[in-house]
């Protein structure tokens, strides 16, 4: 999610705790925390591609950061260990979980395994999600002595919204099932909409992407293409950083090659991100008349 998100979730945890100096402050950055995964961008956007949402986004990352933030607390107040570990776990733990929620993947058990995991409910940036959380906040300032009873309301708006959402999105798969036959169906949020969903289907590497509209009950289909590493040149891109770092990435990539005047361009695309005009979450590798990389690029 959004940085604002995950902001306002921390500042609304810190109504629910007793008034400690500097806890709103730890739990405003404990909630912010796994992000500081940015830094990777300094070493290319391919790198922060792979490790984004990796180590930093894990249990193991929510154990150690809680633990260190309570020594660190400790060694500064003298006391509060406890308090301190479990508040910033709680505003490290809310951003996982709301990372969850939308479609770029996280690896929740790495270092151990670095599947991916996503429940695809929520574009990056969601009004109403963030809307709810600011005016909880609002409300436990103008109520503070309701502010714990406003806490849970907001918490359980939350989860009504993501429960219909789930609900709807489940009907929507089950409709496309009816209309497209496929070995496996998988279904993505639009921005700011909840009546239709962007898929990608899969059936035995043909891929078709496009949208399922509850309201008008249609299907789009887009596009069909067919996975295919016949050519060299997409084989070849396959050892180099930039693609190997994109397909670890990638839920659903699909390469395809262009030649121009002897040269040859490859290009993978991250399916899922497809719906977005122009070129977004792709990687592009430039070899030249003798079947040369010259050139890799990112682009998201």
Request: charged share 20%.
């Amino acid at each position: 999610m959004d940085p604002a998100t995950h902001i306002l979730t921390g500042t609304l945890l810190s109504r629910c705790f007793p008034k400690r100096k500097a806890s709103l402050a730890m739990l405003v950055f404990a909630a912010n925390a796994p992000d500081l995964d940015y830094i990777t961008y300094l070493w290319g956007a391919d790198v922060f591609l792979r490790y984004h949402r990796g180590f930093t986004h894990g249990i193991a990352s929510l154990v150690l950061f809680s633990l260190l933030a309570g020594l660190l607390m400790h060694a500064v107040f003298k006391r509060g260990f406890a308090y301190f570990a479990l508040i910033s776990s709680a505003g490290y733990a809310s951003h996982i979980l709301l990372d969850l929620l939308n479609r770029y993947p996280v690896r929740v058990f790495s270092p151990f395994d670095w599947s991916k995991y996503s429940l695809d409910l929520l574009f990056v940036i969601d009004p109403y999600i963030t809307g709810a959380l600011l005016l909880g906040v609002i409300l436990t300032i103008r109520r503070e002595n309701r502010k714990r009873l406003i806490v849970a309301a907001t918490m359980i708006v939350v989860s009504v919204y993501l429960t219909g959402r789930l609900y709807l999105k489940g009907l929507a798969e089950d409709f496309l099932r009816t209309r497209l036959d496929a070995y496996s169906y998988n279904l993505f949020p639009l921005p700011n909409d909840f009546l239709r969903w962007w898929f990608v289907t899969d059936s035995a590497g043909v891929y078709r992407i496009g949208t399922v509209d509850l309201f008008t009950r249609r299907v789009g289909v887009y596009e069909e293409f067919t996975y295919s590493e016949d050519e060299p040149e997409v084989r070849e891109s396959k050892q180099l950083r930039t693609v190997k770092n994109f397909l670890f990435f990638s839920r659903f990539p699909l390469p395809e090659i262009e030649r121009r005047g002897g040269e040859a361009v490859v290009t993978w695309r991250e399916l899922s991100y497809s719906f977005l005009p122009g070129d977004h979450f792709i990687a592009r590798v430039r070899f030249d008349r003798m079947g040369r990389a010259v050139q890799q690029s990112i682009e998201f």
